[in-house]
């Protein structure tokens, strides 16, 4: 599994580890970002405390050009930030569209649009429910056949949600904007 972006307070990253801790089946989750020192090392320590060895890697943040070919060795995108603020239920982030194109499964809070993309190209799950009994207990009914469908969906869906596609949509919505004036 893998999270990318910075590591902060408020993304769920604390919740990522317990689940972790949970998972019965042999799972990984990589960390890679960065951020603050004293929150970093706490994130450290939390892994240590629940996890074995080698369980929760960190992984500094990379380049914005190797984001994708790094975010592909792994098989499932996971960001499950609780849905406390309607910033949150209302998100569209970057690292969905980053996973997709890595080829990974994803597993997000069911925020209203991430929910809706996630669903329409079947690429992975939202959760309601982003506590680390639930996510755990995701994860390990997941079969390797569902882990691998979701990927290819993922993929197929990253060739048309792409910039090369969406530009169009927004060249012609600034043009009907000006000509509107």
């Not at 090392?41 to 992984?59: C, K, M």
């Amino acid at each position: 599994m893998l999270y990318h972006g910075l590591l902060t307070s408020g993304r769920g990253i604390e919740t990522l580890i317990l689940a972790t801790a949970e998972i019965r089946r042999p799972a990984r989750l990589v960390l890679r970002g960065n951020g603050a020192t004293r929150y970093v090392s706490s994130l450290r320590r939390l892994a240590a405390l629940h996890t074995a060895p080698g369980t929760i890697v960190f992984e500094p943040a990379v380049s914005l050009e190797s984001v994708v070919e790094s975010a592909a060795r792994s098989d499932i995108g996971v960001f499950t930030p609780p849905l406390a603020t309607s910033q949150v239920r209302y998100m569209l982030p970057n690292k969905l569209f980053e996973y997709m194109m890595a080829g990974l499964m994803v597993v997000f809070s069911d925020a209203e649009d991430v929910a809706q993309i996630v669903q329409r190209h079947g690429c992975g799950k939202t959760l309601s429910d982003v506590g680390p009994s639930h996510l755990a207990a995701v994860i390990d009914g997941l079969s390797l056949d569902e882990i691998r469908q979701y990927k290819h969906n993922a993929r197929s869906s990253a060739r048309s949600l792409c910039w090369d596609r969406e530009q169009a949509k927004l060249v012609k919505l600034y043009a009907d904007m000006v000509e509107f004036q």
